[in-house]
């Protein structure tokens, strides 16, 4: 007995078959097994013969009955059903090469792609931790420092949409007296020139020296 040639439509016999279906390691029980090759290239043919071949041929066959079986059993078949399209999570073992590559290549891309996801959110974690750490700075320079007209200057700074690092900047600045905010309201006005009618200029002098105030030349 010859045994069987299969007639594998997936693709190349060499990289379409799942070969390691065949090893010892493999807890399939197919029946058969890969006995020899014909032909060369993409035109070659496996020919499978039956753990139980008889050896010889049946009168008026080319091979014995329990090889002619093996074509129309359920395990050839379904090993020709998965290289053709394979269930999700098939174990290894019944994927062929051509298979296992595409599975290379798909983790490798979903790899990449979780590696620049946790690369961005790495970014945004710091960008979120650079922005807590200057509010932080922020608050501190608000509790420490005693700046006359604190929210003049903060309200400034907003409006002309500087940083907080500029801002931090502007309130230690004007916590040694080297800036001033230049911007007054109404009211503050007002108040200014009741104390310069009530008190006089040195009234006004010292208001704006402790207080930040329009001064009398302002």
Known sequence: CPGVMLDWSPGPIFTTYPWSVHSDECTAKLGHRPDRFTGEGDETRIWLRSETCASLCDAGTTECTPCRQILAAKPVNDLEARANDAPPHTPYQYLSHAQLVKMVHSSADEKNALQLKILNLTRQVARTSRRISDHKRLLMA????????????????????????????????????????????????????????????????AMSKFLGLLSATT
């Open 142 to 205: 608000l509790a420490t420092h005693d700046v006359p007209r604190l929210h003049h200057l903060i309200r400034l700074a907003v409006k002309q949409g500087v940083g907080i690092d500029e801002i931090l900047r502007r309130i230690e600045d004007a916590a040694k007296r080297l800036y001033n905010v230049k911007s007054f309201s109404d009211s503050e006005k007002k108040f200014m020139r009741l104390i310069k009618r009530m008190a006089g200029r040195k009234a006004v002098y």
